[in-house]
């Protein structure tokens, strides 16, 4: 079944710890991008890549790392995560180019105390 | 810099009836990408519709279809027919095909079916 696949689905964390919630997915994507989604904030893009070892910030990159050492993996990294990064996160994969649409993952719910 | 616009955060619609949401999009690139998205309560993302800046036509994928309106930088959906299971998140979104690839999203509109 062609999927993103992420992980944790739910995380509570405490202030400054490092963490790392992973994505997969298996439709041989170029696209990999990672969002956050804020009440009344929509979802806004962090960081995205567009093939391996490419990445680039979206708009709301501070705080955040990514890397993109194989094609069908985009690890989101919070090297010392703060209670603003409290959010629900989206991973998402496509074809390259403007007529694909994404495939989200099922979203990861992090709380940081 | 590009930008998505949803200006309704939230609408109540009568059962079996006709809904639009409104999105409202600004760019540099001639070539772009309008999409929707649904998310229901349960929290997933699921594609619904896209439009291509050079479609002539409107697309429509079963009860959805989008009103595009390229001179006025307007893509709306429109849903017909809405049903209860129509409640939910939806969000329109767009992708630029000249330039790096960023994809940006509207802050949502949240759709309520009365029965």
């Known amino acids: 079944e062609a999927q993103v696949t992420q992980n944790p689905r739910y995380l509570i964390t405490v202030t400054g710890k490092k963490l790392t919630v992973t994505c997969s997915q298996n439709?041989?994507?170029?696209?990999m991008s990672w969002y956050r989604q804020d009440p009344g904030l929509g979802l806004r893009q962090i960081y995205y890549?567009?093939?391996?070892?490419?990445?680039d910030k979206g708009d709301v990159p501070e705080g955040y790392k990514v890397s993109r050492k194989e094609k069908r993996n985009f690890p989101l990294i919070l090297e010392s995560p703060s209670p603003n990064q409290t959010s629900l996160y989206f991973c998402?994969?496509?074809?390259?180019?403007?007529?694909?649409?994404?495939?989200f993952g099922p979203g990861t719910r992090l709380t940081v105390l | 810099a590009q930008k998505i616009t949803q200006t309704q955060p939230g609408m109540f619609v009568q059962e079996k009836e006709a809904v639009t949401l409104d999105c409202t999009y600004d760019?540099?690139?001639?070539?772009?990408?309008l999409f929707w998205y649904k998310q229901p309560s349960s929290g997933e993302m699921i594609f619904l519709i896209y439009?291509?800046?050079?479609?002539?036509q409107n697309a429509t994928e079963g009860r959805y279809s989008l009103n595009f309106q390229k001179a006025r930088k307007s893509a709306n959906l429109v849903i017909s027919a809405s049903q209860l299971g129509d409640s939910a998140m939806y969000f329109c979104?767009?992708?630029?095909?000249?330039?790096?690839?960023?994809?940006?999203f509207g802050k949502g509109t949240r759709l309520h079916i009365l029965p």
């Open positions: 998402a994969s496509s074809l390259l180019g403007g007529v694909n649409e994404q495939f």
């Open positions: 439709m041989n994507h170029e696209y």
């Open positions: 890549s567009m093939n391996v070892e490419v990445t």
């Open positions: 760019t540099s690139d001639p070539s772009y990408g």
């Open positions: 439009q291509g800046s050079y479609d002539q």
């Open positions: 979104a767009m992708r630029e095909m000249n330039r790096d690839d960023k994809i940006i």
